[in-house]
């Protein structure tokens, strides 16, 4: 099991910014890759950034360049930031952590963030 621990969500006016933390209890070797998904009301969960072990980023092609995705690594922790610029009305979701780790897909409980108009 990989402990996976979300803050930092809330609500925010459109053109602001937010930064999600996920911490994850888990030694960064024994770990693929940690990203952040999410998923609005009505529709699927879907993808949002990603990296790798080796630190190789990806993102959604709605958030790029407005959202980067980072991480601290410690001994048996690592944490995984997404900090987004540029808010839309339409990033309003439940953000989920997701971490990749011997096979095995893990998930954070998730976290409001939400976009006024």
């Known amino acids: 099991q990989v402990p996976l621990v979300e803050s930092g969500g809330g609500l925010v006016q459109a053109g602001g910014s937010l930064r999600l933390s996920c911490a994850a209890s888990?030694?960064?070797?024994?770990?693929?890759?940690m990203g952040w998904w999410r998923q609005a009301p009505g529709s699927q969960r879907e993808f949002v950034a990603t990296?790798?072990?080796?630190?190789?980023?990806?993102?959604a092609d709605s958030v790029k360049a407005r959202f980067t995705i980072s991480r601290d690594i410690a001994n048996n922790m690592v944490m995984v930031y997404l900090q987004m610029n540029s808010l839309k009305p339409e990033d309003t979701a439940v953000y989920y952590c997701?971490?990749?780790?011997?096979?095995?897909?893990?998930w954070g409980q998730g976290t409001q963030v939400t976009v006024s108009s």
């Open positions: 997701n971490v990749g780790r011997l096979g095995t897909q893990y």
């Open positions: 888990a030694s960064i070797f024994s770990i693929n890759t």
């Open positions: 990296m790798t072990r080796g630190g190789t980023t990806n993102y």
